[in-house]
């Protein structure tokens, strides 16, 4: 049974920085997407950043482009986001998503029905 557990989240203010881990369980592969999302209260789920685990190819919404770095450790089955000078608009819950054996080369921008498993989210929250 695959399992995705985000942690790392956590109240900081403004300017400040956080990194946050998916840890897979239950799957380890080489040609998948790992993709992080956010939903801040009374909006939509949106994109964050992704990165294909084959090749550490990476995706970056325009939100987030130059502040945030997504990475990936295939010892520890694990994928990173670090996010730096982070704003009050950042603030949500942060979630992270696994789509299993993706084609090399394709567009790292999935949507949120393309990935195939879930995590239950870790809350940032940053204060101005």
Known sequence: QVQLVESGGGSV?????????????GHSGSRDVVGWFRQAPGKQREGVASIYTGGG?????????GRFTISQDNAKNTVYLQMKNLKPEDTAMYYCALKISYPAGWSLRLREYEYDYWGQGTQVTVSS
């Open 57 to 65: 190819s990476a995706y970056y919404f325009d939100s987030v482009r």
């Open 13 to 25: 203010q403004a300017g400040g920085s956080l990194r946050l881990s998916c840890a897979a369980s």
